[in-house]
Each structure stands twice: as C-alpha cells, then as structure tokens.
C-alpha cells in the first residue's frame, strides 16, 4: 500500500468507528422502545438478523434491496462533496427507471450485452438530465439546489405515473403499467426468489469507481475542492460553474441507475410509485457513509438489512415495522451527535 | 512571590512539541510579554493555563498554590481572564449582556433575575476607570473590532481577574488603537493587575512591556527586561540568529509581461474600484502597490488573475498562455485572505500544493493523479520553504498561519510563472518569515519572474519595489522610482493630498 493510502487508514478507523458506535447506541436506544412496547429486545433483535441474513433467501432480499441504496447514497454522497444537497435522488431514479424501461422494451433484436449496456447508459443520462436541470439552475440562476431538486421529484414521478396509465400503459391498458422489459436487456439473476441480479455487483463497481473518481482524478480533487471553498477554487482557475452543473449531472446520473437497475434487475416493468423511497433514503446512507463511496456500500447494506428484516421482527414480537424507522433516525441523530461533539472540539482547540 | 508561575511546561501535540519544560513567571503590576513567531507556543502555554489544555508535565503555581485548571470556568474562578486571538462574543447580544453572559449572579443581591442595569453601571465603572470607553447598550456586531476587543478586557474585569491574557491583541487593530490599547493596559498594571501580552511584534513588546519572555520552537529562549534589551537581542532570541534585511540589487528589466492602460474594474458591490489605471511591469522588476487597503488594489489584482471581470480599458498579457486553464498557472497569485481564497483548510498539504497542476505531468493526467509525485513535491516544498510540518498528509488548518503562507508561496512559486502578483504577502507574518518571504520574492525577480506586490506596509514596498505606483480611491496618485522617494512622498500620495508632481515638487 501506498503511503498516501496509508495516511488515510486513522482517518478511515475514526469514521468507521464512529459510524459503528452510532448503530450500536441507536440500537441500545431502540431496546428501551421495545422493552417499553413489552417485548423482549433480544428477541426482537434476533428476529431482525434472521429475517435479514438468516437464510439464503433472506440474505437474497436484503442484498437485492442493498443495490439502489447503493446509487442512491453514491448520489447524495457525490454531490455532498461539492457541497451540493441533492435531495432529488427520488426523482432522478423514476427519470432513469423511465429511460431503461423504454430502452429495454421499444429497442429489441440486440445482443444482451448491448441491449443492458444501452439501457445502462440510458439511465444514468436520464438522471443526469434531471440531475443537471438543478445543476444549470445553481450555477446559472443561483437558485437553491434542495429546492429545486425537492420540486423536481414531484415533476418526475408524477410524469411517470402519467405515462403508466396512458401513453406507455401495456395493450390493452387494464393494468398501470408498462409491458416487461426485452428478455436481451434482462440483468443475469443470480437468486431468482428475491429478485437478485448482477446489479449488486454493478453497484459495487460503481462504488469503486465513484471513489477512485474522487480521490484520484483532477476532476475528483477539483470537485472537491470547489466543495470545501468556492473561493480558494475560483482563484486556482477551477471553473466554478462547470464543476458544480457536472456534479450534480453525475449525481444525477448515479441515482438514475437506481431506477435503472431496479427495472433490468427484477421487476421488468414500470409501475407508478414503484419505489419505496430509495432517493430519499439514499440522504440517509451517505449520511451514514460519511459521504464515502465505500462507507456508502456499508451504510446501503445495513438499512436494507434493518427493513427486510423488519418484518421477521413484527412476525415474531408484534412489533411494528415502523419501529425500524426510528432504529434510522436514531443512527442519523447519534452520528449528528458525534458531529457536534467535534464541533466543539474543533472550535477549543483553535 | 510572583502571582503566576510555570515550571518545566511541556505540552506534545502528535507530532509536535508545542511546549518544552518552558518556565514563565508573572508578578502582580506587571506587562510580561511573551514574544515569539507564529507556531513557537505562545498561545499553548497560555491555553494550559487557562485550562483549555491540561500540559503533559510540569506545574503551575497560582500566588503560592499549586493549580491545575481543567476548563476555563475554574481558571476565571482563580482570577485568570483570557482575551483570545479569535473573540468569543455573541454578536447579536448587547454589550452588558455578553459580559454578564455565564454568569450565575448576574446582580447584587444574589436573585436569579437578570439585573443589567446595576451590570450596567458597574461596567461603565470599570470601563471609565481604565479609559475603556464602551457604550453597553451596543449590540456587538455593530461595533468595531477594537471595540470588541474592550468588550472582551471588560468581560475579565468584570469577573475580578487578577491576571489578564491577550493573544495578540494587535493583530487586528489599526496604529491609533494599539496606542489606545497600550494605554489601557498601563492603567491596568498600575492597578496592580498582571499582564501576559502575546506577540510577534518586536517594537510593540519594547514599548509596553516591563519583561519579555521569548519563545522559540516551544522553549523559552530568555526572559529579559525591556530596559536592558534592543529591538535586534529580540530578534536573535526569536529567529535563533542575526536579522539581516535583504539587500536589494538593481534591476535588470526584459520584455513586457503586463500592460494595462486606463483600467477600470468594478468591486463586489458594483462601485467602481479602479477608474482608469494604467502602468506596465517587465520580466525581472517588482512594481509595489501603494496605498491604504481598499483603495482598489484588491480589484485590481484580481481582474489580473482574471477572477474579476474588467469593465473598461485594455489588460494585456503579452507572452503569456492565451487559454484561460493555463493562464492561471501563467500567473502565481499570492491572495490577500489564505482562508478564503488560498487554501483548502481542510484538504492535506499535498493536495493544496497540488491544486493548480493537478492533471498535468509530473503530476498525472486529466484522468488519474499521481499521488506520489505529489507527495514527493510536498516533501520538497516542506523543506526548501521550511514550512513547519510532520509530513504532507496533515491538513493545512493544522499549520499556523505563517507556515500556511509559506505553503501558497509554494504553490505559486513552484508552478514557475511569469508573473507574480503578491497581495499583502506577509500580512501576519512574524520577522523570520516575513524576512523569508522577502528574500524568496527577491531571487524570483532576479531569475526574470514580474512581480507586482500589493502592500499597505510601506517599509515592505520600500524594501522591496524597483518602481512604486500609489492607488488612492481606485486611482493611480502617480509612479515612482523606488531609489528616487522618500517615505514623506509616498505618504502624501497614499492619503491623496498630492499627485505625483505636486508631491515631488513640494519636498524638493
Ligand atoms: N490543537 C492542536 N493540535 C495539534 N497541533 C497543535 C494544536 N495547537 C497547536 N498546535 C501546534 O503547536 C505548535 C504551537 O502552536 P501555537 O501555540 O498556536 O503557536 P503560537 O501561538 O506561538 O503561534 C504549532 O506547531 C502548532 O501547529
Ligand atoms: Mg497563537
């Protein structure tokens, strides 16, 4: 290993700690609430990991689930690091979902591997676009890019479910919904009862990538650079602008492929409202990942575990499933906590 | 016995011995300077006292008592009264109630309500006794630093503080005010208060203090009485050896690197910073900018670098990249604020160095950096510009502040342009790197770079201009020789009661 990399290591530790640390207390918190609730916290807990990782089938849904908090979290995480909130995830994933799917049912005859690589591509530039509409708005129009990418979801996904029941309905047009995609622009299953594809490994890569982009690429540093200060870039010839429409484009993008291999990877078609919230989540993960690629994976990893498993959790003690809502927002709070604390730290040292 | 002694300090950050067995001792009616350059400990020792730090070792006697403070609260509960480099106010309380702020009785007769109007009365007490003019009702932000600065030497006075702490007062005040400020704590010890006064400015701590107490790199060089010592013993016990002033060689100008003629630019606010200025600067010659700050001299730089936009008039470059990308590595730009506009306080010093030729050789390409080489031209710039550091992998806010300078000068210097533009290059500085940044400024003009210094120091512009061009209101006031003016000159061309010919003519 390099020495540069090496230099990271304590770095890495320290958030990787401190992210451990904030699940366990959120978890230690949580157990008052279902001790309170009457059941017993134990219980509730090992029903959790057997529902998220106790079987192969188990481990199936939670990795399938794993795969768009992946993008989603990239997304935020991406956009994070150029000081950019992107609170649009959820509407650039419908974007990319709508692209693949037209890709992957009106283009048919080609090979699979063209045929997935089209509809791939499709979807990150579908959510690029969406992406790089906040983008352009920002860095031109100096308008606020939570706002607009906050309208901009409402845009997308009601769009989509416009073109569901209408123009892109499947014949006849009882049900609202696309047709499936082409057989050619189908992911390889690898465990067809939970819906599991390839696309984990896709979203792995794209981690991967997303952190080498980062940190060893000019465009990466620069990026990142215009993140920390606007002005110290501005006058080291970083133009501004550009960097700040292309993050949120590839933002964008990466949120796209959410939606994108959710249609490839399992369901086929396009429903309205078919996501349950990955954009939206995805603040969370990279919350959670400390806006790391890597971190983001773990962090990706860890909520779709807590909701697959919820349910075994609710089978087994009666507990809502709701509950797992407040074991995330617990995580976040503590993390923020911790922000605090080195805050303050920070400001008695200088 | 002294009210405050230190023994044997020692305080290790990793990597750095902030504090070594350092003993310092303060006597009640007394100005103890303590004297040292940006990174030598001042203000570590005097955090350990406060209890903001707890020393690894040593101890520290309080009238006799052994003390050992683990937050501020008990420190200002033992007498001891901190006004920081950074003020610790809030800026939209009034002034009474940021100094009662904290405390538990903030009235007389001991009832938990607030009683700001004794405060009050009592602080205007304080105040007029030491000439502290304030006016309570004030809400902080709408004062001036130097009032603020009085806010917070209220603040310890309010709460009965023996011994007072400023780090570096002066930094932020104006000439008038540290003759203001001077005064106030001459009335102070002669009420029989201690006082601990920080700073890296040697005349200053000759015209206020009773003893000096020198630091460097962490250990107390010497503790001298201002009576018996001189501006350049200061020096030596500061920087270890003589302070010689550069000496400055005639120049010998090439081709033209910058033409302007009647430039205008306008500021942040859309007033009209610099209104039909016009001047060249030729390889191998510093032109000093003149003037008092704000006169225009920061727009005027920046529409050079080309982050501002000219309104009116002609900048040329000739010889220079005519694309925009490689124009800014053309032109070095040592800015007036490194926070702002300098560095990446929180990126590693590798990746500050590297900024501006990241995606090129030796440094990578546009897809991939070479962290290694980066790394290894950190190493170098850490020791050819002695920049004081572990390594390259820390981040830049860790430096202080006259290393984070040297780490721009790096940057800018090490991309080999041929034009430099130096706004306020040692603002902040103490006398080693001040000196430091003079020489390298120097042997850059003498291998043929253009330099276009920007100061309000006009022992700066002296020492180091071939040519000196005065700004007033955005204007050029007129262009001299360096070798040919006196400061009298130049001084009535910066407050602009003279022009050029005017001002000559009247001194000859
Ligand atoms: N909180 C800290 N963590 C790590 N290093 C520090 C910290 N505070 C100061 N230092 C280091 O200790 C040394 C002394 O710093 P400081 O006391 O601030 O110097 P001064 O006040 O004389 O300019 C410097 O090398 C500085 O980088
Ligand atoms: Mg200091």
Request: hydrophobic share 50%; glycine share 10%.
């Amino acid at each position: 290993m390099s020495e540069a990399a090496a230099a990271r290591i304590p770095e890495v530790l320290r958030a990787t700690s401190i992210s451990l640390a904030a699940i366990a207390l959120a978890l230690a918190a949580s157990a008052v609430l279902i001790l309170l609730a009457g059941a017993d916290p134990l219980v509730a807990y090992w029903a959790l990991l057997q529902g998220a990782v106790g079987d192969g089938f188990a481990l199936g849904n939670t990795l399938a689930r794993t795969t768009p908090l992946i993008f989603t979290g990239l997304a935020v995480a991406f956009a994070f690091r150029c000081n950019l909130l992107n609170i649009g995830a959820e509407g650039q994933l419908y974007a990319g979902a709508l692209a693949s799917v037209v890709i992957g049912i009106y283009l048919t005859g080609l090979p699979a591997v063209l045929h997935i690589a089209l509809a791939i591509a499709g979807g990150f530039m579908a959510g690029a676009a969406w992406g790089g509409v906040a983008g352009y708005l920002r860095s031109a129009r100096g308008i606020n890019e939570i706002i607009s990418t906050i309208m901009l979801n409402f845009v997308a996904i009601f769009f989509v479910s416009y073109l569901v029941h209408g123009p892109l309905a499947e014949p006849p047009g009882f049900f609202h919904q696309t047709a499936m995609v082409a057989e050619s622009a189908r992911l390889p299953v690898l465990y067809a009862k939970s819906d599991l594809s390839i696309a984990i490994f896709i979203a792995v890569g794209f981690a991967l990538v997303t952190a080498y982009v980062l940190w060893r690429t000019p465009f990466g540093l620069k990026l990142r650079a215009v993140g920390e200060s606007t002005g110290t870039a501005r006058f080291a010839g970083v133009p501004v602008n550009r960097y700040v429409f292309g993050a949120m484009s590839v933002s964008g993008g990466l949120a796209g492929l959410a939606g994108t291999t959710e249609m490839i990877g399992g369901q086929y078609r396009l429903l309205d409202f078919f996501s349950p919230g990955y954009g939206f989540d995805g603040i969370a993960v990279a919350f959670l990942g400390r806006s790391d690629p890597i971190g983001v994976v773990f962090a990706a990893f860890l909520f779709a575990a807590l909701r697959v498993g919820a349910n075994q959790m609710q089978r087994t003690t009666g507990l809502p499933t709701s509950l797992i809502l407040v074991i995330q927002g617990m995580v976040i709070l503590f993390i923020l906590g911790v922000a605090v604390l080195e805050w303050h730290r920070r400001r008695r040292r200088g | 016995m002294p009210l405050l002694r230190m023994e044997r300090i020692t305080k290790t950050f990793p990597g750095v011995v902030a504090n070594d067995r350092v003993d310092f001792a303060v006597d009640r009616g007394e100005i103890h300077a303590l004297l040292g350059e940006n990174g030598s400990g001042k203000t570590t020792l005097m955090n350990a006292l406060y209890g903001l730090h707890r020393p690894d070792s040593g101890r520290m006697l309080l009238d006799g008592e052994e003390v050992g403070f683990t937050s501020p609260i008990d420190a200002i509960a033992a007498g001891i009264g901190m006004v920081h480099q950074h003020f610790m106010l809030v800026p939209p309380l009034t002034v009474v109630e940021n100094i009662v702020l904290g405390l538990k009785t903030a009235n007389a007769r001991g009832s938990p309500l607030l009683d700001l109007r004794t405060a009050a009365a009592r602080i205007r007490e304080l105040a007029a006794a030491h000439g502290l003019d304030i006016d309570t009702d004030a809400q902080v932000w709408q004062l001036p630093v130097g009032a603020q600065q009085r806010v917070e030497i209220l603040k310890a006075l309010y709460r009965d503080a023996d011994l007072l702490i400023l780090d570096e007062p002066t930094a932020v005040l104006a000439p008038s005010e540290v003759e203001h400020l001077i005064g106030v704590l001459r009335s102070l010890a002669a009420s029989g208060k201690a006082i601990i006064f920080i700073s890296h400015k040697l005349n200053e701590v000759m015209e206020v203090a009773d003893r000096i107490s020198v630091l460097r790199g962490g250990r107390l060089a010497g503790t001298v009485a201002a009576a018996e010592t001189d501006p350049s013993e200061l020096a030596r016990l500061m920087v270890g050896r003589d302070i010689v002033p550069p000496r400055r060689r005639s120049s010998r100008p090439g081709a033209p690197v910058l033409w302007i003629e009647d430039l205008s630019v306008r500021d942040d606010r859309g007033l009209r910073a610099v209104d039909g200025v016009g001047f060249s600067l030729f390889e191998g010659e510093i032109l000093g900018i003149a003037g008092v700050d704000g006169n225009g001299q920061k727009e005027l730089t920046e529409a050079i670098a080309g982050v501002r936009a000219v309104e009116d008039g002609r900048l040329d470059l000739p010889g220079l990249a005519p694309s925009r990308g490689a124009r800014f590595r053309d032109i070095g730009h040592v800015t007036e604020d490194r926070h702002q506009t300098g560095l990446l306080m929180s990126f590693r010093l590798w990746e500050n160095l590297a900024l501006k030729s990241s995606g090129r050789p030796p440094f990578g390409s546009p897809f991939w950096l070479r962290v290694g080489a980066m790394r290894d031209a950190t190493v170098r710039a850490i020791e050819t510009f002695s920049i004081k550091a572990p390594g390259p992998d820390i981040p830049a806010s860790v430096l202080s502040g006259g290393n984070q300078q040297k780490l721009v000068l790096a940057r800018e210097l090490g991309l080999g342009p041929k034009l430099l533009l130096a706004a306020q290059p040692t603002r902040g500085l103490d006398v080693g790197a001040t000196e430091y940044v003079h020489r390298r400024l120097l042997a850059a003009r003498d291998d043929g770079m253009a330099i276009l210094l920007v100061s309000t120091e006009l022992d700066e512009i002296l020492a180091l201009s071939d040519r000196i061009l005065v700004m007033y209101e955005g204007r050029a006031m007129g262009q001299v020789n360096a070798d040919e003016v006196t400061r009298e000159t130049i001084g009535l061309m910066m407050s602009g009661i003279a022009s050029r010919e005017a001002a000559t003519g009247s001194a000859s």
